[in-house]
T-cell receptor, first 111, second 113 residues
Framework: GENVEQHPSTLSVQEGDSAVIKCTYSDSASNYFPWYKQELGKGPQLIIDIRSNVGEKKDQRIAVTLNKTAKHFSLHITETQPEDSAVYFCAAMGGNYQLIWGAGTKLIIKP | NAGVTQTPKFQVLKTGQSMTLQCAQDMNHEYMSWYRQDPGMGLRLIHYSVGAGITDQGEVPNGYNVSRSTTEDFPLRLLSAAPSQTSVYFC????????????FGPGTRLTVT
């Protein structure tokens, strides 16, 4: 079955710098890759997603890139702000329409 | 529009007790699911439902039961609680069409002693 690995587990960056979180997946049939943000005490919330027929997608300061050949995808956050501090999860959807989740990355924005 | 609601927010059980975690959504979503979240392990799917009267097992179904009698409600039952079920439980819903965005509830933190 699908397996998703996410790195790093913790990422600390200076406010205003960029942050990059990477995920790899194992099932070449996976075709949908979302990123969720989870703030303390809340449920995860979708921030951006990408499908397998697209290589990159941007939404303001957030972008996701997908390399199908290497089976990895990344979240890029530019000009980080204090409100970006949270736990970020990647996931991959296989042919059974179920999401397999990465273990999460705690992003800390230092003032 | 309340979205996805879960009750209770916190619960402490003794080993062997049973209980039901409640989940409701008011978005008319066909698909609903239950996850558990443990430190360092991300989210793992327990059970899911693609519509009223239809449920199926996810990745970690043992020790849990679900039913879906209405589109709105999807309760999760712990049959005989064990310390290994100490976790944070999230309910989520989405449409069954081409959009895969899941909407999560606020979670239930369960401790089994």
């Amino acid at each position: 079955g699908e397996n998703v690995e996410q790195h790093p587990s913790t990422l600390s960056v200076q406010e205003g710098d960029s942050a990059v979180i990477k995920c790899t997946y194992s099932d070449s049939a996976s075709n949908y890759f979302p990123w969720y943000k989870q703030e303390l005490g809340k449920g995860p919330q979708l921030i951006i997603d990408i499908r397998s027929n697209v290589g990159e997608k941007k939404d303001q300061r957030i972008a996701v890139t997908l390399n199908k050949t290497a089976k990895h995808f990344s979240l890029h956050i530019t000009e980080t702000q204090p409100e970006d501090s949270a736990v970020y999860f990647c996931a991959a959807m296989g042919g059974n329409y179920q999401l397999i989740w990465g273990a999460g990355t705690k992003l800390i924005i230092k003032p | 529009n309340a979205g996805v609601t879960q009750t209770p927010k916190f619960q402490v059980l003794k080993t062997g007790q049973s209980m039901t975690l409640q989940c409701a959504q008011d978005m008319n979503h066909e698909y609903m699911s239950w996850y558990r979240q443990d430190p360092g392990m991300g989210l793992r799917l327990i059970h899911y439902s693609v519509g009223a009267g239809i449920t199926d097992q996810g990745e970690v179904p043992n020790g849990y039961n679900v039913s879906r009698s209405t589109t709105e409600d999807f309760p999760l039952r712990l049959l005989s609680a064990a310390p290994s079920q100490t976790s944070v439980y999230f309910c989520a819903s989405r449409t069954s069409g081409g959009r895969y965005e899941q909407y999560f509830g606020p979670g239930t933190r369960l401790t089994v002693t």
